[in-house]
């Protein structure tokens, strides 16, 4: 992602320490800022904690330079099918503060958001969660549930847009992000849908904002 004077910004989804986010003592990721001079600057190093882990997607940022982005863990040591190590994190960060907007529980509110994650222009945050949503075995053993759909306002308000069910009739497990258009968003799910295998080869889904 670049700004308007030519500064990338990124993620890594480990190094930064050597840290035990739950998927061994390679660090728990960074967010970090190239300049347009090729200078790197550690904006943020995660440490599995309240601050997240395993930072995932994409950053996004708003016309006031705030930055958005999820991890894929920490926030606490909630196991939502996969350890204690969280459920993941979606953030907002500000000149070097680092505000929480949401942290995923595992329930209702879904469980690993790992995809690309959308902004429109009131600070809305469109997202997926890999996880969650119901305590429903989608194909990978467990309650792990099958994710949703979500918005979060720029206050830290959660809205679940669809939970995903599995099976013929709807798709499971959303992983690869959202794409908008005239106020619905597009995305796919790894499994549920018809053929391969029981569990589905994955479906293309809509959802209205």
Do not use: Q, W
């Not at 904006?43 to 950053?59: K, V």
């Amino acid at each position: 992602m670049l700004d308007k004077s030519g500064n990338a910004y990124g993620l890594t989804p480990a190094g930064g320490s050597d840290g035990d986010c739950g998927l061994g003592a390679d660090g728990c990721g960074v967010l970090f800022e190239i300049s347009s001079g090729g200078v790197e600057s550690i904006l943020h190093r995660f440490t599995g904690g309240s601050d997240g882990a395993y930072p995932s997607g994409n950053p996004v940022m708003d016309g006031a330079g705030n930055i958005y982005f999820t991890t894929a863990g920490g926030g606490g040591a909630t196991d939502c099918g996969l350890g204690p190590y969280g459920c993941g994190v979606l953030f907002k960060y500000t000149s070097g503060t680092l505000t929480v907007l949401h942290t995923y529980s595992g329930g209702s509110d879904g469980a690993y958001p790992i995809g690309a994650i959308l902004l429109d222009a009131r600070a809305n945050v469109f997202g997926t969660t890999g996880g969650g949503g119901s305590t429903k075995n989608c194909g990978l053993g467990g309650s792990f549930g099958c994710g949703i759909v979500f918005k979060v306002s720029s206050g830290g308000t959660e809205t679940v847009l669809h939970v995903f069910k599995g099976g013929k009739n709807d798709g499971a497990y959303p992983t690869s992000g959202l794409l908008s258009l005239n106020k619905h968003v597009y995305g796919m799910t790894m499994t549920g849908g018809t053929g391969c295998h029981k569990a589905g080869c994955g479906t293309v889904f809509e959802v209205k904002e």
